[in-house]
């Protein structure tokens, strides 16, 4: 069945009390008053009744009529409930969308915080920089008394090898003279029995 169709049978049924039925009364006592040949009385009473039952009827489709009007905005109430819902719904959507995205923020804040903190108890481990700065002046005044130390020493060490040079090449003048001696003495030794001969 059509909804056209539907719409006309509640138009003329309405809800269902019977206003079908007054019609084809009405319809029916209409065919007996134009055929009745009784007295005026008679077809004034029946007239009567079928302004009751005509308007009867007439009271009903004002009601139906009613009562689908109020359907309608019921039905257009509905739609602009469910287009809200829906709206909502995709509202919801994004703000889920944006709690995560916030949680992931926060996780990485988060992370971030933790990684710091461990770093500071790394660094809080350490000396901090004005004390780093005088062991640095400190370990500088030593290397500098070192370094005077080992100029100090390679000054000496230079002395006492031109020292042993000078020592090495006096005890080679040294040697050298004493084996000149000693040939000559030699020679000496030699030549004299020679001389005593003659």
Same mark, same amino acid.
């Given at each position: 069945i059509s909804d056209e169709v539907i719409r006309k049978r509640l138009l003329i049924d309405g809800d269902g009390a019977g206003d079908d039925r007054r019609i084809n009364v009405l319809l029916k006592s209409f065919t007996k008053w134009c055929n009745s040949p009784g007295t005026p009385e008679e077809g004034f009473t029946q007239y009567q009744?079928?302004?009751?039952?005509?308007? %009867?009827?007439?009271?009903?489709?004002? @009601?139906?009529?009613?009562? #689908? *009007?109020?359907?309608?905005?019921?039905?257009?109430?509905?739609?602009?409930?469910?287009?809200?819902?829906?709206?909502?719904?995709?509202?919801?959507?994004?703000?889920?969308?944006?709690?995560?995205?916030?949680? %992931?923020?926060?996780?990485?804040?988060? @992370?971030?915080?933790?990684? #710091? *903190?461990?770093?500071?108890?790394?660094?809080?481990?350490?000396?901090?920089?004005?004390?780093?700065?005088?062991?640095?002046?400190a370990l500088d005044k030593e290397l500098m008394q070192l370094s005077h130390i080992k100029e100090n020493v390679d000054a000496k060490l230079e002395l006492r090898k031109k020292q042993f040079h000078v020592l090495l090449s006096t005890i080679q003048e040294l040697q050298q003279t004493l084996e000149n001696d000693e040939k000559s003495d030699n020679d000496d030794s030699q030549e004299s029995p020679a001389e005593n001969g003659e």
């Open positions: 009744r079928m302004l009751g039952i005509l308007a %009867q009827c007439e009271s009903s489709m004002g @009601k139906t009529l009613m009562v #689908y *009007d109020m359907n309608l905005r019921e039905m257009e109430n509905y739609e602009k409930i469910y287009t809200n819902i829906e709206q909502n719904i995709t509202s919801a959507h994004d703000k889920i969308a944006e709690c995560k995205k916030e949680i %992931q923020r926060a996780k990485r804040i988060r @992370k971030n915080r933790q990684e #710091y *903190d461990a770093l500071a108890k790394v660094i809080q481990q350490h000396p901090d920089r004005h004390e780093t700065l005088k062991q640095l002046e």
